[in-house]
């Protein structure tokens, strides 16, 4: 490959995945404000990976993200962990966005930038789909290589680890790749104080619906793909069943266990 | 008055809390059973520039100021403060004064490598016979030819037998406080014995040691400072230490509280959560007020060195009342934790333990007293 490849990493902010979370009577959809926000566990393996790429490699590695202006925080920190610039699309019209949507405005950010890989999370916290991966490989064109747990880069050929039910398989592509990681594909890095400091300075770009040429009536929640039509709440946790041992506890579990079809 | 915090010190909080939260926590008990923290952890202390914070970048540091190393300490301190007392004695107490007072060479030699983590630093002030009177210390460094030679032991170094540099203060001159120079020595020196002091009540994860200088010959550029200076240098160096010390205390504190909460919110006794009894919200309240009741006083400290203004007295302060908190509060976790407060399975029986040396060292509560009644009344009552 030639040198200097440049990465882009999606990054999403998600609502903090061990608070209570709900979703907003008003419109059914998530309420991001009334808990912390952090990014997407497992899109930090993704901003590791790229950033392990461009160690090896040289290069640049953009993170993007879709959401608030609040998620400019998640972007900082993927700029502290050593990052190389920012670009944050936000724009009101995007509330209550559907992935296909998200897929196209995405795709459309990514074409008027260069770039050879995009690096994302297997799948957000909030919404669990998993699909964006395979969505933006279909609209940008690129090569798809999603669920991996390893990547490589030699020349133009990426080759990734892709878990499945067996293992794993190895798999090829040439550039431009869209790769979503798994969790547990590297140990991400913590923002050194140098890096945070370093990162205040580095450039991010704010841009909206208008600057990317998307009509705010063709997005969000209106114009969604998707509905949430109503939801409710989980029912508090009931008493757990207790099992007394009286010689035969291994035995009472496994029929337990076997009763909830767990065995 | 803004008491806010930058984008950039909440970042670092932040990334110090989930360190400690992922790589300290989960490992402080078993530490505090071992004697002994895991000591990859010094490296990896020196990648986050937790050990540089404070020190220019010319020089390896991270750069920082005064209030964002308070809250590296903080959280830290919430963590481990056997981790916690790594980092002050290390950055604070050596790597500090060698910037303050070194030599090019001197900085040269040994910066770069403490802020790294690379290699950490001891403070060797404190002996069997002088502690809260370190003016009256013995150990002699007697001239030869161009350099110098010591003998004499030296008690309770902290990081003792980990360190890579000892700043060493030894008797060059006469009697008091004048007769004191201090020296940066290597501690692979021929005729330096370090062992370890075991059997601590708390802190037990961390290195102390005595160390015993046998007829050790210094290279007279291995002084640090001029000659009789060395007990200014101690005393400045001790001065931003109850500093630090103090927001370690904030940190366990703060840890103790937070452990004392959790429980009481789950442990059930007369049919409710014991969070809803109204001695066990006292216990709580307290415990709240007087953490945050120490912290301003902390970050006070740290406004006036950033804002290069007297600050001996104010740390004194914090110092003392910081320290009292923390074996107050970490005791009052105990009580919430009621009989399993008392099995170390649970975190809050090794936070009074690490919590007890908090008033003793660094200058005793009844020091700090001292000092802060000397400024009050302009009589010093030390003798
Ligand atoms: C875990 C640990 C780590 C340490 N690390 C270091 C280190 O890294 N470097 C170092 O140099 N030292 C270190 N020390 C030493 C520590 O600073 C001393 O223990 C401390 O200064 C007190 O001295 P001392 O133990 O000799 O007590 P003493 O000075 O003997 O005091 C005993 C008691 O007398 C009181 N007292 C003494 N003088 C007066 C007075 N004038 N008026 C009223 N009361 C008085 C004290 O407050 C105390 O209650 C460490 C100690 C411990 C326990």
Known sequence: MRLGMNIVVLVKQVPDTWAERSLKSSDNTLDRESVDAVINEVDEQAIEAGLRLIEAHGGEVTVLSMGPDRASESIRKALSMGATKGFLISDAA?????????????????????????????????????????????????????????????????SVERVNEAGYSVIQASTPAIISVLEG???????????????????????????????????????????????????????????????????KIADYLASRKLL | MDLSLSEEQVALQQMVRDFVDKDIAPYATAWDRAESVDLAIIPKLGDL??????????????????????????????????????????????????????????????????????????FALTESGSGSDPASLRIRATRDGEGWRVSGTKMFITNGTWASVVLLFARTGGEGSRGITAFLVPTDVEGLTRSTIH?????????????VFDNVYLPDEWRLGEEGRGLSIAMAALAKGRMSVAAGCVGLARGALEHALTYAGQREQFGKP??????????????????????????????LIDRHLPFATE???????????????????????GGYGFIDEYPVGKLTRDARVMTLYEG??????????????????FG
């Open chain 1, 94 to 158: 995007l509330h209550g966005a559907c992935v296909m949507q998200t897929a196209t405005v995405i795709a459309k950010a990514l074409s008027t930038m260069e770039w050879d890989i995009v690096l994302t999370g297997g799948e957000s916290t909030d919404a669990r789909l998993a699909v964006l991966p395979a969505l933006l490989a279909e609209a940008t064109g690129a090569a798809q290589l999603t669920q991996a747990r390893k990547v490589t880069v030699e020349g133009s050929t990426v």
């Open chain 1, 185 to 251: 594909t590297n140990e991400a890095r913590y923002p050194s104080f140098k890096g945070i400091m370093a990162a205040k300075k580095k450039p991010l770009q704010t841009v909206n619906l208008g600057d990317l040429g998307i009509a705010a009536d063709e997005v969000g929640l209106a114009h969604a793909t998707t509905a949430v039509t109503s939801f409710e709440n989980r029912p508090p946790r009931q008493a757990g069943a207790a099992v007394k041992d009286e010689g035969d506890g291994g035995v």
């Open chain 2, 49 to 122: 520039g937790l050990l540089g914070l404070t020190i220019p970048e010319e020089h390896g540091g991270s750069g920082g100021d005064t209030l964002a190393y308070c809250l590296a300490l903080e959280e830290l301190g919430r963590g481990d403060s056997s981790v916690r007392g790594i980092v002050s004695v290390s950055l604070g107490l050596v790597t500090k004064s060698i910037v303050g007072y070194g030599t090019p060479q001197q900085i040269e030699r040994w910066v770069p490598g403490l802020c790294a983590g690379e290699m950490v630093g001891s």
């Open chain 2, 199 to 211: 059997g601590k009540l708390g802190l037990r994860a961390q290195a102390t040691a005595e160390l």
């Open chain 2, 274 to 303: 014991i969070a809803g009894h109204q001695l066990v919200q006292e216990l709580l309240a307290d415990m709240a007020v007087e953490v945050d009741a120490a912290r301003l006083l902390t970050w006070r400290v740290a406004d």
């Open chain 2, 315 to 337: 740390s004194s302060m914090a110092k003392l009342f910081a320290s009292e908190v923390a074996v107050k509060a970490s005791g009052a976790a105990l009580q919430v934790f």
């Open chain 2, 364 to 381: 005793t509560s009844q020091i700090q007293k001292l000092v802060i009644g000397r400024a009050l009344t302009g009589i010093n009552a």
